[in-house]
Nanobody, 124 residues
Framework: QVQLVESGGGLVQAGGSLRLSCAASGRTFSSYVMGWFRQAPGKEREFVAAIKWSGGMPYYPDSVKGRFTISRDTAKNTVYLQMNSLKPEDTAVYYC?????????????????WGQGTQVTVSS
């Protein structure tokens, strides 16, 4: 049973930084893609970043490119999302997700496993 547990959310002022963590367990993730999504009230879940567990170039949408960085520590079975230069529009619940396939994709429907989410609030 795959379990994903996020942590690190909180309240931060615009321009500040946060680092989210996602502790993964229950499987060997070597052939997985790990992703981060976010969902603001009244909006659809949005792709934020993804990386292959085996390594390689991560992928970001234009909305966060240059500000957010996804990384993974295979020894700790943990995926991180470093968020810099945060904006009020980054406010959302952030979810960690896992896809049992080595191809990076963006639609949330292509990810099979989800964490419970962690709230990020950016004040202006």
């Amino acid at each position: 049973q795959v379990q994903l547990v996020e942590s690190g959310g909180g309240l931060v002022q615009a321009g500040g930084s946060l680092r989210l963590s996602c502790a993964a367990s229950g499987r060997t993730f070597s052939s997985y893609v790990m992703g981060w999504f976010r969902q603001a009230p009244g909006k659809e879940r949005e792709f934020v970043a993804a990386i292959k567990w085996s390594g390689g170039m991560p992928y970001y949408p234009d909305s966060v490119k240059g500000r957010f960085t996804i990384s993974r520590d295979t020894a700790k079975n943990t995926v991180y999302l470093q968020m810099n230069s945060l904006k009020p529009e980054d406010t959302a619940v952030y979810y960690c997700a896992a896809r049992p396939n080595p191809l990076i994709t963006m639609p949330s429907s292509t990810y099979d496993y989800w964490g419970q989410g962690t709230q990020v609030t950016v004040s202006s």
